[in-house]
């Protein structure tokens, strides 16, 4: 392999869930950090308001563009540390967030940006 690495993508203000809509999702443009070569996603944080109660977020992927998704897992905002671990290989890849809510309807849920740890492979 050639490097570790982590980076950040920044989600844009429209990602503010506001209250009273049942759910929502974000997809973002393919992800290849700057390289064709495969990547190993070791680690994916989402960053954002931690919910007060649980709070499940479901990451999909897509590693050929945008044609088909499959479920990486499940993050809870409500946990200290709404992260994903082994999210598997890839060249390029979107992502989509599905079931952002608010659990309580007086309040925003915001996210702010999603953290990744990868390792950038030599091929």
Do not use: W
């Amino acid at each position: 392999y050639v490097g570790h690495s982590q980076t950040k993508i920044i989600i844009n203000q429209s990602s503010v869930i506001t209250p009273g809509f049942a759910t929502a999702h974000i997809q973002t443009q393919l992800i290849d950090f700057g390289t064709t070569n495969n990547k190993r996603m070791n680690r994916m944080r989402l960053i954002g308001d931690k919910a007060p109660a649980a709070s499940n977020i479901t990451v999909l992927a897509s590693d050929i563009d945008y044609q088909t998704f499959s479920t990486l897992g499940t993050v809870n905002m409500a946990n200290a540390t709404p992260e994903l671990h082994r999210c598997g290989m890839f060249r390029r890849r979107a992502l989509r967030l599905t079931g952002l809510n608010v659990a309580d309807t007086s309040r925003e849920q915001r996210l702010e940006a999603i953290e990744f740890e990868y390792e950038a492979c030599a091929t």
